[in-house]
């Protein structure tokens, strides 16, 4: 059964640009959560889809969006990149509601903003 | 607001020697679960155990279990028998599953396994 894949794995990008960020859950997942992790402020919830609709917002500006199609695959978007916005952003997927809701993880998209 | 804390930034451990990785937690409702997952330094993220907040028992998987201690909010993670290639980040995460179900993460734990 194949994993959760995120691509791109690497990527480089400056001040002002915008990224898109794309994660394929397991075959048969509905649910996708994405997340970001920094040394200082350690993982931190961006948002959870489930079945198209965004259930969860994390804290973050409205910078950071995204969305989820009827494969279950998704993606999320970060326009006017800053600094602080270098992290490894990773992609969670899990079968949903009716479990322990463990997150199986991509290997994440890591992200340098220059 | 839910809340995970680990109050281990790093800890170092001999080899074959039991490891307690400290976890507390703060939440006001009766239902949610618990997690521990493991990020080895080539960064994926691998769940270990999980703990429902109505389990009677503590979780055990293999080399791993569960210290589960509802009243003073704590899940300890105890791994016994170390080996080397226990060394990595250890986090402790939870999911409120009355509120907004969200999974939410401690800032890690973490460990070195000494040969």
């Known amino acids: 059964k194949a994993g959760v894949t995120q691509t791109p794995r690497y990527l480089i990008k400056t001040r002002g640009q915008q990224v898109t960020l794309s994660c394929s859950p397991i075959s048969g997942h509905r649910s996708v959560s994405w997340y970001q992790q920094t040394p200082g402020q350690g993982l931190q919830f961006l948002f959870e889809y489930f079945s198209e609709t965004q259930r969860n917002k994390g804290n973050f500006p409205g910078r950071f969006s995204g969305r989820q199609f009827s494969n279950s695959r998704s993606e999320m978007n970060v326009s006017t990149l800053e600094l602080g916005d270098s992290a490894l952003y990773l992609c969670?997927?899990?079968?949903?509601?009716?479990?322990?809701?463990?997150?199986?993880f991509g290997e994440g998209s890591r992200l340098t903003v220059l | 607001a839910q809340k995970i804390t680990q109050t281990q930034p790093g800890m170092f451990v001999q080899e074959k020697e039991a490891v307690t990785l400290d976890c507390t937690y703060d939440t006001s409702d009766p239902s949610y679960g618990l997690f521990w997952y493991k990020q080895p330094s080539s960064g994926e993220m691998i769940f270990l155990i999980y703990?429902?907040?109505?389990?009677?028992q503590n979780a055990t998987e293999g080399r791993y279990s569960l210290n589960f201690q509802k009243a003073r909010k704590s899940a300890n993670l105890v791994i016994s028998a170390s080996q080397l290639g226990d060394s990595a980040m250890y986090f402790c995460?939870?999911?409120?599953?009355?509120?907004?179900?969200?999974?939410?993460f401690g800032k890690g734990t973490r460990l070195h396994i000494l040969p």
């Open positions: 703990q429902g907040s109505y389990d009677q």
């Open positions: 995460a939870m999911r409120d599953r009355n509120r907004d179900d969200k999974i939410i």
């Open positions: 969670a997927s899990s079968l949903g509601l009716a479990n322990t809701g463990e997150l199986f």
